[in-house]
């Protein structure tokens, strides 16, 4: 089948809607066609808690200068971050096989602000650029109110 021929049979945007937790994805044949729900991901280490996710106590340390013993913590942090990288790596691989197997012409994502650099790195590191961003915590909200905010943003 000829590129031409696949792009008439493909969407014409693609929204992917996504937080640290889940990743919702829509289709839609027209610039103001109705959102179409394609599927979703979900990130179940997103909702585990701190503990289970590091299971050893944070490490000790004395230092020779200044206060003493203190404890290094940043490893439970650093282990969500790695938890949330994961998982848009794996939002970033749904929307690179998409773009490669001509499923859509152009891409938006909308995420919550404290997970949209990690998911746009992602997306980078894959070679893909979205033609829009929103910087919104939308993953609870109805379809109709999403379609709704990226009709406002995209004129």
């Known amino acids: 089948m000829a590129r031409s021929e696949s ?46 996710l590091v299971t050893d106590r944070e490490g000790r340390g004395v230092e020779s200068q200044g206060a003493g013993r203190h404890t290094y913590g940043h490893e439970k942090s650093d282990a969500k971050i790695h938890t949330y990288a994961v998982f848009a790596k794996k939002i970033a691989e749904r929307v690179k096989a998409g773009h490669l197997s001509h499923k859509f012409v152009k891409l938006a994502i909308i995420a919550a602000p404290r997970f949209l650099g990690v998911l746009r790195n992602a997306l980078d590191i894959a070679g893909i650029e979205p033609d829009l961003t929103i910087d919104k915590e939308v993953t609870a909200r109805e379809t109709a109110f999403i379609q709704k905010l990226m009709d406002e943003r995209d004129r």
């Open 7 to 52: 792009l008439l049979q493909s969407a014409y945007y693609w929204v992917v809607v996504a937080d640290e937790s889940q990743a919702r994805f829509y289709s839609r044949q027209e610039r103001s066609a109705p959102f179409q729900e394609q599927g979703m991901l979900q990130n179940e280490a997103a909702r585990e808690k701190m503990g289970n």
